[in-house]
């Protein structure tokens, strides 16, 4: 475990820790020492409110994410993560340093810090001394704030941080936004997303506060960035607490909250808490010692998958600003038009969940550089992160209630264990990730449908998730058992649908045939390529066939993918 | 937000050859396990050492013991686990792994083991309540006690430390060799599919866990023995001799194959 010793805003190294190999300067103003960029800014009735003590938990925040950014984590043949944990020792002056001193309130920090980044942390707080050297510069911006804001929240410009932006919105509270900006290539795209929200929904409203904490001139020797929502959740509380609100949103989808390993050689942190319900938690802890009164810092979107989060779009007609967010975990240097890699994480998640909610042509393939379905996914992180991702859908979605607790136990760590509806709440987190696993099946079942003809013919790369998945259809059907469909005819001559018998031509029969077994057997979709080969039949298209049937687009319908059919089957 | 951190297994001979069998015959978890535990062998024996890995242990034994206890609550209490009569199942987990996660705060040099011995414990934990038929959603604190108390004589505690070190093993051996399996879909004979790397995950995870096996009789004899001994107060010390002999148990055996 490598010690690294971080002395800010010119403070000397403490004795105790002299002998640390690793001594870094967070200083703005030394030249030949580390440079950094920290300015905060906010509207004039914001500043005007900001305690001394929130500006230090501001301060505190930023220099713990830029020390985050400075001090490596090993590199990627660590097989037993002897540097992934670093032991982090901050020297940083305060206004107060009795206070930041205190046990309860450093055990609070240290604790709070561990979890999110696995890291040991320690801080000797000094006196701060109001000077030109003091790098934390506070700008006034000239704009209001349109009325009382009722809530605040921290907006990344991603499409979760958008839901709860705009749900806040619906809900009459008048969102306050406060954006943390790491690197230039979030702040376009962000803008523009804020311009056409603005237009939309309240000309005046959605009022922001901007914080620029960033290594300058130095590229980061860490990305990984384990503090930046300790960065986001402080600013927020401190922007809240100014404002004279308690109600502070820091939203990210409930799957990507609680962040399941999808691979085994995720351990702790290595797969990311920034707002994991057992983060939220410390960090209110934090906050309330800090604030010495409750804040409410937590996640709107805990329980609900991505697809889930879109619904919130849907009442205010907004589902094509999905188009606008962005969440690729790799922003830099993306061309405008194709602003997501499509292979990390973030990419991954979304494009399953737009698909999954059917608003591919807000997030069509084209924004991504890598279509993970039908091109090559290369060795490294893309094929290891969208295989990976899919398989641990599949591992998930045999699983009863209780085994989901027995294979996961990470999910008992997103639980208060004093809350009176701890079980309840456990239960709930589990019935989401069930979802979850239903909805990634489904849609890689539409995709393999879909591409069934180029599959047969060879025509897609060995390496594309469908040609990786296809395999899988034959584990589905052994685990998934068999379904009751249709009552039917001998012959298909006539079926029951919804209490109703509703005759079938001789045509239609080996159709709904197909359709009904494979449903049965719980096979993915079929594409109108794949039923017409099957089927020897000689119409043009199933609406050809079924158009004028009232059974067409009430029993036989399209799944996730335009000419990919199922019955629509409870 | 929602990041993953990878890694790959390093190029050396040893790491090689691991590589290799996963790509040629993964379905064979005993071999890949075997080839592993020679690469992996002086981080394995190091784990002797390892402060979270013995507290994890030594937490079982004594929650094990304090089931037979009139004043569980008392006892829990004195292990750190401040709970009310009522608490959930799952609010009893999720105090330990808090209780676990304050512990291994104050020696941060144990590193990935410490959550997988966290993870190990609680695995252990929920499948013993799971064990006796209700729902883990629907018990309190009495149904786990009374699935404790059972598992609190010689034979019982045997399956309990074969659930525990079985799990940590089996945790341990994944998460170097899920560092490879993926990048190898697709691109080699054995693993065509994202199926077929499932398989070969589940097949290493299985061959750990009943590798395990062979801690049972020394585990319930060092237990019958110990707790007699101490009426009840096995000490973090005289579990640290019984997670050594465990993991060289283990580690011989998997070499064995």
Redesign the interface.
């Known amino acids: 475990?490598k010690g690294h010793v971080f002395a800010c805003e010119g403070l000397s190294i403490p004795s105790e820790w002299s002998r640390v190999p690793h001594r870094h300067s967070l200083d703005a103003h030394n030249e030949g020492k580390t440079v950094t960029d920290f300015r905060l800014e906010l509207p004039g009735p914001v500043l005007g409110n900001l305690s001394p003590r929130m500006r230090d938990l501001v301060r505190i925040a930023s220099y713990c994410f830029l020390a985050d950014e400075s001090a490596s984590?090993g590199g990627?043949?660590?097989?037993?993560?002897?540097d992934?944990?670093r032991?982090m020792l901050m020297a940083i002056p305060v206004s107060d340093p009795d206070f930041w001193n205190a046990s309860d309130v450093s055990l609070a920090l240290?604790?709070t810090l561990?979890?999110l980044t696995?890291?040991?942390w320690d801080f000797r707080f000094e006196k701060l001394v109001e000077s030109g050297t003091v790098q934390m510069r506070l700008v006034e911006t000239d704009a209001g704030l349109h009325g009382q804001p009722g809530c605040v929240v921290l907006f990344?410009g991603?499409a979760?941080s958008l839901c709860a932006a705009l749900s806040a919105h619906q809900q009459d509270r008048n969102p306050f936004l406060v954006s943390h900006r790491a690197s230039k290539a979030a702040i376009g795209h962000r803008r523009d997303l804020l311009t056409e929200v603005r237009r939309r929904f309240a000309r005046q409203g959605f009022r922001t506060a901007d914080a620029v904490v960033s290594l300058k001139g130095a590229d980061a020797k860490e990305n990984?960035?384990r503090t930046?929502?300790m960065l986001y959740a402080s600013l927020g509380t401190a922007v809240g607490i100014a404002l004279g609100i308690d109600d502070i949103r820091l939203a990210?989808n409930g799957i990507?909250s609680v962040?399941l390993?999808?691979?085994?050689?995720?351990?702790?942190a290595?797969?990311?808490r920034?707002?994991h319900p057992k983060f939220l938690l410390l960090f209110r802890r934090l906050a309330g010692l800090v604030a010495e009164a409750d804040v409410s810092v937590w996640n709107p979107l805990w329980n609900q998958t991505r697809p889930e989060t879109f619904d919130l779009l849907k009442p205010l007609a907004a589902l094509d600003l999905v188009s606008l967010t962005h969440s690729c975990?790799h922003p830099r240097g993306r061309a405008r038009m194709q602003p997501h890699c499509g292979t990390?994480?973030?990419c991954i998640?979304r494009r399953f969940g737009t698909m999954e909610a059917g608003i591919e042509e807000y997030d069509p393939a084209e924004a991504y550089e890598v279509d993970i379905f039908t091109q090559p996914?290369l060795?490294?992180?893309p094929?290891?992160?969208a295989?990976?991702y899919?398989?641990h859908a599949?591992?998930m979605y045999d699983l009863t209630?209780?085994q989901m607790?027995?294979e996961y136990?990470?999910l008992?760590?997103c639980?208060?264990?004093?809350?009176k509806t701890?079980?309840e709440d456990?239960?709930e987190l589990v019935r989401m990730h069930q979802r979850h696993a239903k909805g990634v099946i489904s849609v890689m079942a539409s995709q393999i449908a879909g591409h069934a003809d180029e599959l047969a013919r060879g025509l897609l790369p060995?390496?594309c998730l469908v040609?990786?998945?296809?395999?899988?259809e034959?584990?589905l059907e052994i685990d998934r058992g068999r379904r009751k469909g249709l009552v039917h005819g001998e012959n298909y001559e006539s079926i029951v649908f919804r209490g109703k018998s509703y005759a079938l031509t001789p045509v239609q029969r080996p159709v709904m045939r197909l359709l009904n077994e494979a449903w049965e057997r719980r096979d993915p979709p079929m594409s109108w390529g794949v039923i017409r080969d099957r089927t020897e039949s000689l119409s043009r298209s199933m609406s050809d066939m079924f158009g004028k049937s009232p059974l067409w687009k009430r029993l036989i319908v399209e799944a996730g993918a335009r000419g990919v059919y199922t019955l629509d089957l409870p | 937000m929602g990041h993953i951190r990878l890694g790959r297994l390093p190029h050396r001979l040893k790491w090689n050859a691991v590589v290799a069998l996963l790509g040629e015959t993964p379905a064979d978890g005993a071999a890949i396990a075997r080839a592993t535990t020679e690469a992996a062998e002086r981080h394995l024996i190091s784990l002797r050492d390892d402060p979270a890995l013995n507290y994890c242990f030594w937490l079982l034994t004594r929650v094990t013991w304090a089931a037979r206890s009139d004043g569980f609550l008392t006892e829990l209490d004195a292990l750190g686990l401040t709970l009310e009569a009522d608490t959930p199942t799952l609010g009893f987990i999720a105090a330990v792994t808090d209780r676990v996660r304050t512990q291994a705060m104050q020696d941060p040099k144990s590193g990935a083991t410490a959550e997988m011995a966290s993870l190990a414990l609680r695995r252990a934990l929920t499948e013993t309540v799971g064990q006796q038929g209700p729902s883990l959603f629907g018990t309190a604190l009495s149904d786990l006690r009374a699935a404790f108390r059972t598992y609190s004589t010689r034979e019982h505690f045997a399956q309990l430390a074969q659930r525990f070190f079985g799990d940590f093993l089996a945790r341990t051996l994944c998460s170097y060799v899920d560092k490879e399996i993926p990048n190898l879909v697709g691109a080699s004979p054995g693993l065509r599919t994202v199926g077929d790397s499932r398989e070969a995950i589940e097949a290493i995870d299985r061959h750990a866990r009943e590798t395990a096996f062979i801690l049972r009789d020394f585990a319930g004899g060092w237990y019958s023995k110990h707790q007699w001994e101490s009426q009840g107060a096995i000490t973090e010390g005289d579990t640290r001799a019984f997670v050594a002999y465990a993991l060289r148990k283990m580690r011989s055996e998997l070499k064995r194959g």
């Open positions: 475990m984590r990627e043949a660590d097989v037993y993560l002897k992934w944990r032991q240290r604790e561990n979890f696995e890291d040991g990344s991603g979760d990984t960035q930046r929502s990210d990507v962040n390993p999808f691979t085994d050689q995720a351990i702790g290595r797969a990311s920034s707002t975990a990390c994480s973030q998640d996914l060795d490294g992180e094929r290891t992160m295989t990976s899919f398989r599949l591992r209630e209780d607790i027995n136990p990470q008992d760590e639980l208060d264990p004093s809350s701890v079980a456990g239960l060995a390496t040609s990786l998945c296809a395999g899988a034959k584990e």
